[in-house]
């Protein structure tokens, strides 16, 4: 079983328009409602991939409600932790050309008896968890090491920690000594405070993430692939796609196939890039099937292109 935290998850609203057009009024052609947040996300994939999951996430109002609805009716079984503020709805505009303009709301501001309150949830319900995955960015209220407080208890009761957040949460839980951490290259870039125009340049910054406390390093680097950085070396893995719908949710679909393959080597790092190349070919944040991955389109080596520019330098 895979168990996600989310501290500030979301109601996504998509709308498709033609073009969006600053002072117009435009006219939907389609629009959906999905569950929303990275742990969100993750245990989406792992339930598609047909592996149990447990989603701990602090639920407020209606739109709380509307979320954990929708989770349970991906056959997701939700540990709610009941908040005073509403639970954050989010609007996505899609236009034809996979343009993506997203408006993302603060979300409520947690106090310090529900921030025990989820931390204490995570402690009751993550036993016979295989991982621990803390996901996305902390809501107002919780501190920026809140994450690293997880991080610690979590190792005290034998449970292991995969950590996708950045700034200052991510620094900070760093000395907790995540058993993973999932950045992007604009993540790594910020988390070692200079411009990556390299894969050689991702890949140096990984080894630094992992000298700050990190015992593995899962970059994504978006077309050119993802990077795995652990004690054993340095692995690459690519896959081919055939055309781009959305990214939305990608790097949340990776980490949850890298989990369910067991969240460590090459087997696990193939399976990240099955899954992620899945799910950029999938309209907005729908997540892979079994059916939808290709392995045979993927390739991991230990050789890797380190001169190779990013197709989109981090600056």
């Known amino acids: 079983m895979i168990l996600t935290v989310t501290p500030n998850p979301s109601l996504d609203r998509t709308y498709e328009v033609p073009g969006l057009e600053r002072g117009a009024v435009l006219r939907a052609g389609a629009d959906r409602v999905d569950p ?33 609805d929708l989770l349970v009716a991906e056959g997701i079984e939700v540990a709610p932790v009941p908040v005073a503020g509403a639970t954050r709805s989010n609007i996505a505009v899609a236009e034809p050309d996979g343009t993506l303009t997203k408006i993302n709301a603060a979300g409520p501001e947690l106090s310090p008896a529900e921030s025990e309150a989820l931390l204490e949830t995570v402690r009751e319900r993550s036993t016979g968890a295989a991982w621990i995955a803390c996901c996305g960015s902390l809501p107002r209220g919780l501190a920026p090491e809140w994450y690293a407080d997880l991080v610690a208890r979590a190792h005290r009761a034998g449970a292991r920690i995969a950590l996708d957040t950045s700034g200052p949460s991510l620094t900070a839980a760093l000395r907790a000594r995540p058993d993973v951490v999932k950045p992007n290259a604009e993540e790594l870039a910020q988390a070692v405070g200079r411009p990556l125009a390299t894969i050689g340049d991702a890949v140096k910054a990984a080894e630094e993430l992992r000298a700050m406390g990190a015992e593995a390093v899962l970059a994504s680097l978006g077309a050119d692939g993802q ?19 959305s990214n939305v949710g990608a790097g949340d679909a990776s980490l949850a196939g890298f989990l369910a393959a067991g969240g460590t080597g090459t087997r696990a790092l193939a399976e990240a890039v099955a899954h992620g190349a899945a799910a950029v070919q999938l309209p907005g944040s729908v997540m892979p099937t079994p059916g939808d991955l290709r392995p ?20």
Not at 37 to 48: I, M
Not at 231 to 241: D, F, H, K, L, P
Not at 299 to 310: E, Q, S
Request: proline share 6%.
């Open 36 to 68: 929303g947040g990275k742990g969100v996300n993750v245990s989406r994939a792992v339930a598609a991939a047909g592996h149990e999951t447990l989603a701990v996430l602090p639920v407020g109002g209606p739109a709380g409600q509307a979320l954990a």
């Open 227 to 245: 990077l795995l950085v652990d004690a054993t070396g340095t692995y690459y893995g690519t896959a081919e796609v055939d055309a781009v719908r």
């Open 296 to 315: 045979s389109d993927v390739t991991v080596t230990d050789v890797v292109p380190m001169d190779r520019p990013l197709t989109e330098a981090v600056s």
